[in-house]
């Protein structure tokens, strides 16, 4: 009890000193709470895109792609942005695949590219584009089993379209042209289950676009990943519009066995064909993350010098507030005070200035996580979905205590400093 | 002395909640659902409709912000004749109006609203004259139809021109179609020539949408000023068919 009595004196003493000089202890405060705050929105930031990266890649619900050779950069791209410029194999690829032992699902995909009529009020305005995937539906969603319909006024009622078994035993003019939609497609075309939507394509080989009408079959929910974009349709419909028959774009699969050492296996079976790459998710995952490590390393830079500048300015604010009060000091020690009170005294009023100042910086840097997120998403095409700075309760313990810890080592030096004053001396050098 | 420390005491604990409470409001994770309707580039697309502007406004205005928000969404629906959409077209549905200046001067007043069209959304903006709230020029923005180009070509456009939401109102009031009645504006209105059958739907659409466009522009923007046709139109269409008076009239 008594050491608590003890512990409240000192820091409402050390409270009221700060209090003396209210400017310069805002100061300080505020240069140790500026670069907290960077510390925290960096460590929010790291932590934020390390987990967007996964969960965009987790999302995709292919562990390993086979696709056409080319740049693994547009392969990373193309994975989580469903990209243009594409190159296609021969679905035999997907047949051959099909029979490798390790494999325990495998689904060819087929990616287009639907254009969009101008977006401008201007006569010379650019179209924009949509990504097309034709699909088979049972093997796709085994892949990502999450994906489901929208419910609701307008969305009730949604299914996947006729599958392709269906269509073939159909003649070809019977044949229902229904897609379905991603959910932000949907709503930037503003459809409705069973409304229509026009599909421009220029099939290969031809020099002009065909429109295509198709009867939406259902909008699936937000899935918060390049599906939200796509309008999926019935392979061999994607095929046959895109006038490439018997080729594919990718051949997503899942293994039985999720290592590296079993996608290497896997990549050591199927590499010796002269048209394909195999990439895997880690591989593009760290493909990503090396992209960025760069950026972020030159960021964590910029915050330890803040921080460094900041300590600097704390205890620079503390020996000035011990020189002005050298006599008071000399007093103090005249009176009784052991050079262990003074040494706590000043020690507490440290920890107490590195303590706001790291209390408002992640104050700051949690209310602008927001702003920052906005501004990074505006600035840069970051590739991912979903938040990408996460401020989590670990990273703002973490620097509480971080704080607290710069705040014990930053009050060492000034509180040995006064603590070794003798009294005599000191109250000459205050008069 | 106690008291006043006391008093200090306080301030710095109400300065510090209310630093915390705006810091959490900063945090804008939570998005509106509903989709508005903006130019895709509004300083470049401004100066192609009015090239002598010098600058302009951009207000962002919804129903349920209104004191009586949700009397006027209701109010919409009366005045375009139809339902509203449930799901693009709701009380949270954003209108985004532009204001055009020619130094102080307001020149023009630019709006768009989306309308469900065949193949796609229809994006189109209608360019008002603050004065007269007549109709200057109609645009699209998006326009996904194989008849886009029909649409978009100035002899279609052109028809739209000086019309204001008066001659809606009074379309409804002659509910007899008559293209050879002068005051009847709305009825001498064609679709482009050479338009097939199937992209009629759209030319439907794009008329609905000009009506809801000068509606909306009424209701948020001109305190109703055009709600005198409106009220002797529902008068009229209340009355018996025997007692109507004669077009024209």
Redesign the interface.
Known sequence: MDFHRHILAFATLAGKNLLRRVVRTSLAVTGVALAVAVAVSLAGFVKGYHGAITRSIDMLGFQVMVMAKGCPYEAATMMLKGGTGLLYLPDSIYTNVATDTGVASITPVFIGVAEKEQTSIQDDGAGSFIVVSGIEVPSFTTMKPWLSFQTGTGFDGGRWFTTDTEVTKEAPENIKQEVVLGYEVAEYEQRKVGDTIALTITPSGAVSSETHEYTVAGILSRTGTQDDGTVFMPLSSAQRIFNRPSQITVVGVKLKEFSSQAIRQFEERWISLPEVQIVGLQQVKSTLLNLISTAQAMIGAVAVIAIVVAIIGVINTILMSIHERTGEIGIMKAIGASRSDIFELIWYETLALCLLGGLAGIIVAYGGSGIIEFMLRHLIELGVQGEIVVISPGIIGLSLGGTVLVGFFAGLYPAWRASSMRPLEAIRAGE | MIFSRLYSVRKVFLVSLI??L???C????VASAA?GCT???PA??LR??FPDMTSYKEDVVTFSSLANGEYQFKELESRIGRET????DRIDTPYTVYSIFRGAEKIGIVHGV?I?G????IQL?LSVDPSTRGIRQI????????A?KLF?DKPFRIQFEGLSLADWYMHDYYREKDPSNSRHKIAQIHPPKDLSEESLIDYYAIMQGVRKNLVILDLLLFQRASDQYFLRAQERLNEPTGVRPKEGS
């Open positions: 630093g915390i705006i810091s959490l900063l945090n804008p994770h989709i130019l895709t580039n470049q697309d192609f409709v959409d449930p799901v693009f989306n469900p065949k193949g796609g959304v903006f645009f699209f923005q998006r326009l996904e139809s194989p886009s978009r």
